[in-house]
């Protein structure tokens, strides 16, 4: 690796940093604090918990299109950031549902999109996707920083010092975006259409949809986590501040982003992803025994959750989807899981964690087996139905006219 690409790598692992810190300070413990100081219903904490689900539907796809074809992607991220710093700012200041989700919203639809545009700014200037989370994992060590700052110096989920923290990254991330790498936009070159719908046509291949489908279906259950983690460990008296608990997830992520990409190359995408979505089933199970050293497992198994379920979801369409394509097939995958996967998932916590109150807390074994059933399903699903990344090159070899370099495909984007 020569220095440039060194330098390249210590940009965009900065870049991750500020992106996932800023994203935690606010999202590990909003709803502890709508739950236990604002006594928000379970079904308002899973509004809010939803806005970025509903951002991730409506904004990344328009947004991945304008940095494809007009604007330098690291101009978007400064403006789009600076917008949702000042409404994270504002937001300390509500008490009231309506005016504390506006908010949120507003913060959220500029946010969200970013996610997809972190992404492509890092695959465009690295030199090799595999090593995708070795600068991923600067992400979970901002998270870390963060809910650690916020559990042990800004009074955690009780106060209301988070917001200040992430309006601060967000301002902070907007200047530093502007240093980034220049990501110039493709221009004419770049595919897509108005909102980056042309990324549907690789739901032609029987593979990727199977793909998609799963990636959709397995957002609903994990979003039980986010919804519900902090309340939970609060309400079992777990010993420490919950938000500072909940740190110890990535911890355990930081050591998977390292093993991923060991994982690749000898077991396979699809068996990484096999792997992550029954993580998911098995964590639940162990949050459902409400028994401290069982939570803390749980919270361990947090690394094979997300790493090997989102970031290798994000290598699988790099690989897949064609060069043209790619900053709208990566919106599109957001819009699956981060979006229309998160919103209903979210909604669903929502509504069960109203199904079983228990005094002034919950009835926390129904509420977790809910997940773990719906993570283990997908799982199933995923496991007869996916195909592997290999498997695509092998048959692409043969001449398979699914494959995303098919002779046939550029043939059919002229006859577009």
Request: net charge negative; hydrophobic share 55%; charged share 15%.
């Amino acid at each position: 690796m020569g220095s440039s690409q060194l330098v390249t790598r210590i940009r965009l692992s900065v870049m991750m940093f500020l992106e996932f810190g800023l994203w935690a300070a606010w999202y590990v413990p909003i709803a502890g604090y709508m739950n236990g100081t604002l006594k928000f219903s379970g079904a308002q904490i899973g509004w809010v918990m939803a806005c970025t689900a509903i951002a991730a539907m409506i904004s990344p796809l328009l947004v991945g299109f304008v940095a494809d074809r007009y604007f330098a992607t690291e101009r978007v991220l400064s403006v789009l950031h600076l917008i949702g710093g000042l409404c994270l700012l504002l937001a300390s200041t509500q008490t009231v549902f309506l005016a504390l989700f506006a908010l949120l919203m507003v913060n959220a639809l500029c946010f969200m999109p970013t996610l997809a545009l972190v992404n492509a700014v890092a695959f465009r200037n690295l030199d090799d996707p595999d090593k995708f989370s070795w600068i991923a994992v600067w992400g979970t060590i901002g998270w870390i920083v963060a809910v650690t700052l916020v559990g042990t110096l800004l009074g955690g989920a009780e106060q209301k010092n988070f917001f200040f923290l992430a309006g601060g990254g967000a301002i902070a991330m907007a200047l530093y975006s502007l240093s980034l790498p220049h990501t110039p936009p493709k221009g004419a070159e770049a595919g897509g259409d108005v909102l980056g719908l042309s990324a549907l046509k690789l739901l032609a291949r029987p593979s990727f949809l199977v793909f998609a489908l799963c990636a959709f279906l397995i957002s609903i259950p994990l979003s039980f986590y986010f919804v519900w983690i902090v309340p939970f460990l609060t309400e079992t008296k777990a010993p420490g501040d919950p938000t500072t608990l909940t740190s110890i997830s990535q911890y355990s992520e930081i050591f998977v982003m390292f093993l991923l990409p060991w994982f690749i190359p000898r077991i396979g995408l699809k068996k990484v992803l096999v792997i992550g979505m029954a993580a998911w089933a098995a964590r639940y199970l162990l949050f459902s025994f409400q028994l401290f050293p069982l939570s803390v497992l749980g919270l361990l198994v947090h690394g094979f959750c997300y790493v090997f379920v989102f970031v290798a979801s994000f290598i699988y369409v790099e690989k897949v989807a064609p060069k043209e394509l790619s900053a709208s097939a990566q919106s599109f995958l957001a819009f699956l899981m981060w979006g229309l996967g998160m919103f209903i998932g979210s909604k669903m916590a929502g509504y069960v964690g109203d199904m079983y109150p228990e005094g002034e807390g919950h009835q926390w074994l129904p509420i977790w087996l809910w997940p773990a059933m719906l993570a283990a399903i997908v799982c199933v699903l995923f496991l007869l139905g996916g195909r592997d990344v290999k498997q695509e090159e092998e048959e692409k070899g043969e001449g398979d006219p699914e494959q995303p370099e098919a002779p046939s495909e550029p043939e059919e984007r002229d006859s577009e």
